[in-house]
């Protein structure tokens, strides 16, 4: 687990402590191969290189707001957020969130306790924009797509690019990048699954989220190693880069209308994500027993569904029999006028 590799604060509320984590350059290493690949496509298809990059550039941007909008309102951390703007007195970060050292960085009220010593921080500056801190982690991949999806088809139809074509492609490459963002997740720590005796299990070291997690349940002590988790980060991001390579390599070439390799990417991506779900373990939003990203996926599955049949319909041979060809009539030809 490698979290963080630079750090530096930037004293600008907006964008906080500029922290360069594992996670952060896994992500860019995805952004940057995608944006090539998308370039080769583009200049394979007589498409304006340019348009393609411009593209890239704004699939990524709102791809990284729509993600951290859905954390802000959908992983329950909206009341967190109002209060630390509204009034920071009613936050409280517990000791496993917010060390101590780091609580004095915040300028925050360190609360202890004569027997348990340091039990966590209350921060004391209101800060509006905290929930648009980009380097403080908290993105969801659904809430990427809605946003990423947006932003192309606003692109798609301000420069005239193909529909279809260039939708298909995206999907592919998008679902590459996810599969090194997880591998970013790994190295962090986060999105981890449940507790596990078996060989999969990996130990996250200590000040990891999952040793947080373990710790605020009671299962470890304050000076003990987290226990084995299933690594659910790496399980979606094989899962990712299968689906990435079935698209590129057998759905594209053998996709029988503008629009297929959409509507499977989504739909397979919606299946593994819905079954990861029930093996991950980390604190994040849901309803009805179901995690927000399965109820999300069964929504894209059904979607999917509809819009195969849809586009498949319209792609279909018309059932109506061939007109046959003309014949010459028997009749004899009108006299002429006289």
Not at 126 to 148: E, H, P, Q, R
Not at 268 to 293: H, M, N, Q
Not at 302 to 318: D, E, F, N, Q, T
Request: hydrophobic share 50%; net charge positive.
């Amino acid at each position: 687990m490698y979290p963080s590799l630079w750090r530096w604060n930037s004293g600008i509320s907006w964008i906080g402590t500029v922290d360069i984590t594992a996670y952060f350059l896994a992500v860019a290493v995805g952004m940057v191969l995608g944006s090539v690949l998308l370039w080769r496509w583009a200049r394979r298809n007589n498409i304006d290189k340019n348009d393609a990059l411009d593209l890239a550039l704004w699939v990524a941007i709102f791809g990284l707001v729509g993600a951290k909008l859905m954390h802000v309102l959908a992983d329950g951390y909206l009341g967190e957020y109002v209060n630390i703007c509204v009034d920071p007195s009613k936050v409280f970060w517990d000791k496993w969130r917010v060390g101590l050292a780091y609580c004095r960085e915040l300028h925050g009220n360190a609360i202890f306790d004569d027997a348990k010593g340091y039990l966590g921080c209350v921060p004391t500056e209101s800060n509006c924009l905290a929930w648009i801190n980009l380097f403080a982690g908290g993105y969801t991949y659904y809430g990427g797509l809605i946003g990423g999806g947006t932003a192309a088809f606003l692109v798609i139809r301000s420069r005239k690019l193909p529909l279809w074509p260039t939708v298909d492609t995206l999907t592919w490459i998008v679902i590459l990048g996810l599969g090194f963002g997880r591998i970013g997740c790994f190295l962090n720590g986060c999105c981890f699954g449940h507790v596990t005796d078996s060989w999969l299990g990996v130990v996250f070291p200590e000040g990891s989220p999952a040793w947080v997690e373990h710790a605020q349940q009671g299962l470890i002590g304050a000076h003990h190693a987290a226990l084995p988790v299933l690594p659910t980060q790496l399980f979606e991001a094989f899962a990712a880069f299968a689906i990435a390579a079935f698209l590129a390599l057998w759905v594209e070439r053998k996709k029988r209308y503008g629009g297929e390799t959409f509507v499977v990417g989504i739909a397979l991506y919606a299946v593994a994500r819905i079954v990861i779900e029930i093996w991950r373990a980390d604190p994040r939003g849901g309803f009805l027993g179901l995690s927000t990203s399965q109820l999300v996926g069964i929504a894209c599955l059904a979607g999917m569904i509809v819009l195969h049949l849809r586009l498949r319909a319209r792609k279909a041979p018309s059932s109506a029999p061939p007109p046959s060809p003309s014949t010459p009539s028997s009749a004899p030809p009108p006299s002429a006028a006289s």
